[in-house]
């Protein structure tokens, strides 16, 4: 800003209250006080620490520049690959799950012309969310305990007869995509079934009048009108589930290590950066999944649509 | 935000037609209530059981009050009430982070919606962005920035993080500008409020929905929080109550064999832990079910 520039602002301030209109300068200053919390918060946990875990993840624990060391060295790392493999098996099942469940879900509900069971199904869909994080963990720990299980015939017809032959590794995605479906579809059922309130009545009975069956309405008109959804959805989960911490961290704990503390990349960059102390691959891992969510939280700011209200 | 009709359309929904397509449909719906309810119908009659009730008796028979007393006290008697620090704590994280966020984000949502001002395209791309990344994925890097600077192990290495909640401010924009009238603005303009005032005086007044709604989904992921106050907070007595569960199930020997001792926890114990943990969280969601389930579509705009 120039001085000029500067000046007739001043000058703005002055007369501002006699011309009626808000003057800009006036409307300036207001508004860089009312962000000014908001701006901090956004500097000092939003970009800060982000170009700050940049600048550790290119350089040594001397400060010196590394170029890519730190990354060629977690990636080499043995434990690296079977990481990213674990995360990628259960978010395909749990996207799966997620994607088909909650649509059918939500348009059955969304066909239960009885309200108060409508009303009460949503309400029991949501209610697991309540317990999220190590609570839930918790819990499903106790139901997939055969010896204390609600299910526990369910578990011993499947052929489990102990909590140690639950939780081997070949089992561990489907058990954490049970987790987070459990957990997080409620919430999503909800949001789809508001989605479908919005698609105007109108069509459906056109549809209806045409003779199409709740099928083919649920098929050519509500999916449509829900893809929308079912994407943000989709990317949302994928984002947040590559995330995945508590529940193997829980299950590594309550298992003795027969669950490693290591199954997945935020474990591995956790390892890192408490057991090794190397602070430098530890910002190095969190900067791979960094830029994954920005990529994916990327598609969806650019594409636009969803978040644009000017 | 937009408000969903959701009485009128109950007319022309596309009801199942059919014996079978009916049968289907009952079955599916039925698979699912038990799915959902029954961990959470299970856990709360395991906290009235005896540890040997609960692994050889029915699953679904309630217990008794006086054992619900006995696992009560053994829960609070846990390290010498280590529960109840660890609940306040919680109380004062979620809390503490909750009067920030609400401080700063609904004049910040204000700004962004009816005002102009340098970068606030900027802002708006940013809160955009950082709302859509898992809040766990900053929480390493937030770490590595707070370790610099010699926060680590203060309540506010927790407080400070968590009250920053783009989300918070993006709903608040949203509910500015489509909500607030701008006639309404101008005319209290034209009264002769100060630009000041017509926030304080005109805006605040009419934000109750929008505190309410930032304050539910801000508590409740406080509260939730687990990566975030696991990794800044090395002393028990700092936990908040999620990561303090890491410690009772440690001491559980039905699931950890070495933790067999003095203070062991039995099953019915970790499972009012885990009860007790959500309490609070619970008890929100029902108060503000109406809203909740009535369909949830804040989160986005209507097509």
């Known amino acids: 800003m120039t001085v000029v520039d500067r000046t007739a602002r001043a000058a703005a301030v002055a007369t501002g209250r006699a011309a009626g209109r808000p003057p800009a300068a006036r409307d300036n200053l207001m508004s860089y006080g009312l962000i000014s919390g908001y701006a901090v918060l956004t500097l000092a946990f939003g970009l800060l620490p982000a170009l700050y875990a940049v600048y550790l993840a290119f350089t040594d624990a001397t400060g010196g520049f590394a170029g890519l060391a730190n990354f060629s060295k977690v990636v080499g790392d043995f434990r690296f690959w079977p990481a990213v493999s674990h995360v990628a098996l259960y978010l395909v099942i749990w996207l799966v799950a997620l994607v088909a469940l909650v649509t059918v879900l939500a348009i059955v509900v969304h066909a239960i012309r009885v309200r108060w069971l409508s009303r009460t199904l949503r309400l029991v869909f949501y209610l697991p969310g309540a317990l999220a994080g190590a609570s839930s963990v918790l819990l499903w720990l106790f139901v997939l305990d055969p010896t204390a299980s609600p299910v526990g015939g369910l578990l011993r017809l499947l052929g489990f007869e102990s909590f140690v032959q639950v939780i081997v590794p070949g089992n561990l995605p489907v058990i954490f995509a049970i987790i987070a479906f459990w957990t997080g579809a409620g919430g999503w059922i909800v949001i789809m079934y508001g989605a479908l309130n919005n698609i105007s009545a109108e069509v459906i009975e056109a549809a209806r009048v045409d003779g199409a069956n709740a099928v083919q309405i649920a098929w050519r008109i509500q999916l449509p009108m829900l893809r929308k959804w079912i994407s943000y959805m989709a990317i949302m989960s994928l984002a947040a589930g590559t995330q995945l911490f508590v529940e193997p961290q829980l299950l590594s704990q309550a298992s003795n290590a027969v669950v490693p503390n290591d199954y997945s990349l935020n474990q591995l960059a956790y390892q890192y950066a408490f057991q090794q102390n190397d602070f430098n691959a530890a910002a190095a891992i969190s900067l791979l999944l960094l830029v994954v969510a920005l990529a994916l939280s990327a598609v969806f700011v650019t594409r636009g649509g969803l978040f644009e209200r000017e | ?303």
Request: one cysteine or more; proline letters at 7%; aromatic letters at 10%.
């Open chain 2, 1 to 303: 935000m937009t408000s969903v009709p959701t009485g009128s359309a109950a007319a022309h929904r596309p009801g199942v037609s059919g014996w079978s397509g009916r049968a289907v449909v009952t079955v599916l719906v039925a698979v699912f209530v038990l799915f959902f309810a029954v961990p959470i119908v299970w856990l709360l009659l395991a906290t009235t059981k005896s540890a040997r009730d609960l692994s050889v008796g029915h699953p679904f028979a309630a217990g008794s009050a006086g054992e619900l007393s006995t696992n009560w006290s053994q829960l609070f008697g846990f390290q010498d009430g280590a529960v109840t620090t660890w609940m306040t704590n919680s109380a004062v994280y979620a809390v503490g982070a909750l009067v920030v966020t609400l401080v700063v984000s609904i004049p910040a949502g204000y700004a962004l919606a009816l005002t102009r001002f340098r970068l606030r395209r900027l802002l708006l791309v940013l809160t955009l962005i950082v709302m859509l990344i898992p809040n766990t994925a900053l929480v390493l890097p937030i770490f590595l920035e707070l370790n610099a600077v010699g926060l680590i192990g203060s309540p506010l290495s927790v407080i400070l993080p968590m009250s920053f909640f783009p989300f918070g401010v993006y709903l608040t924009y949203i509910y500015f500008s489509t909500s607030i009238p701008r006639d309404l603005l101008a005319a209290a303009r034209i009264d002769g409020c100060r630009e000041i005032q017509v926030f304080t005086r005109i805006a605040l007044p009419l934000a109750a929905p929008i505190v309410a709604l930032v304050a539910f989904f801000g508590f409740v992921q406080n509260w939730n929080n687990f990566f975030l106050p696991f990794v800044m907070l090395p002393s028990s007595d700092g936990y908040p109550v999620q990561v303090g569960l890491t410690s009772l199930l440690a001491s559980t020997p039905a699931f950890n064999p070495s933790s067999a001792g003095g203070q062991s926890v039995q099953l019915p114990t970790l499972a009012l832990a885990t009860v007790v943990s959500v309490l609070p969280v619970l008890i929100v969601f029902l108060v503000s079910q109406r809203f909740l389930v009535a369909g949830m579509t804040a989160g986005g705009t209507k097509e």
